[in-house]
């Protein structure tokens, strides 16, 4: 689970980032989720956009996909949603201790 200051410090980083895939009709295909998990595992900070043909609520989407992948939601501000996961090959962001 991720304290405050980890939170924030990952929001903080996932300013700079753009969302790399997007959320449409389809709404949460297998494909996406695989995708996404793959990301993760290169990147370990990942923003996704929900697009606005997307009936699903993204709260919803982003706990979802978090589960899926075994990744935690670090924020969802109106249709982007921002992930994280801890690399298992190579880590590479440090978080801040509690």
Same mark, same amino acid.
């Given at each position: 689970?991720?304290?405050?200051?980890?939170?924030?410090?990952?929001?903080?980083?996932?300013?700079?980032?753009?969302?790399?895939?997007?959320?449409?009709?389809?709404?949460?295909?297998?494909?996406?989720?695989?995708?996404?998990?793959?990301?993760?595992?290169?990147?370990?900070?990942? =923003?996704?956009?929900?697009?606005?043909?997307?009936?699903?609520?993204?709260?919803?989407?982003?706990?979802?996909?978090?589960?899926?992948?075994?990744?935690?939601?670090?924020?969802?501000?109106?249709?982007?949603?921002?992930?994280?996961?801890?690399? =298992?090959? =190579?880590?590479?962001?440090?978080?801040?201790?509690?």
């Amino acid at each position: 689970m991720l304290n405050s200051k980890q939170r924030a410090a990952l929001m903080s980083m996932a300013s700079h980032v753009t969302p790399i895939f997007q959320i449409g009709k389809a709404s949460l295909t297998p494909e996406i989720v695989q995708a996404v998990d793959l990301a993760l595992e290169k990147r370990e900070l990942v =923003k996704l956009s929900v697009l606005k043909n997307c009936a699903d609520d993204p709260k919803e989407l982003a706990e979802m996909i978090a589960e899926r992948t075994r990744s935690q939601v670090v924020q969802v501000i109106g249709k982007k949603i921002v992930l994280f996961r801890v690399s =298992k090959k =190579k880590p590479v962001i440090q978080l801040p201790k509690s």
